[in-house]
């Protein structure tokens, strides 16, 4: 079993950077693809970012390619999302998510663990 807390979350100002954080427990992490989803209000859940075990292969949605960086410390077993150049439409809760596998796509049946989400505010 594996639990991720997310951490990092708060209210910005457009224009501005937040760094989360997801914290893993159990032995599997670092051979674990992680991936950080966000839901907006009334809206479905998306895909953002994902990264492979290793931290050699990353993929970003368009929306926040160019903005958005994910990375890992195996070591810490920590993978974090750093959010640079925020947009009011970036405002959502962020979850952070763990594979099985040492891979993982964008869809989220792809994932098995979830974290219970950082609420993310961006004002215009």
């Known amino acids: 079993q594996v639990q991720l807390v997310e951490s990092g979350g708060g209210l910005v100002q457009a224009g501005g950077s937040l760094r989360l954080s997801c914290a893993a427990s159990?032995?599997?992490?670092?051979?674990?693809?992680m991936g950080w989803f966000r839901q907006a209000p009334g809206k479905e859940r998306e895909f953002v970012a994902r990264?492979?075990?290793?931290?050699?292969?990353?993929y970003y949605a368009d929306s926040v390619k160019g903005r958005f960086t994910i990375s890992r410390d195996n070591a810490k077993n920590t993978v974090y999302l750093q959010m640079n150049s925020l947009k009011a439409e970036d405002t959502a809760v962020y979850y952070c998510?763990?594979?099985?596998?040492?891979?993982?796509?964008?869809?989220?049946?792809?994932?098995?663990?979830w974290g219970q989400g950082t609420q993310v505010t961006v004002s215009s």
């Open positions: 998510a763990a594979s099985r596998g040492r891979y993982a796509g964008a869809p989220g049946n792809e994932y098995d663990y």
């Open positions: 159990g032995r599997t992490f670092s051979s674990s693809a």
């Open positions: 990264i492979n075990w290793s931290g050699t292969s990353t």
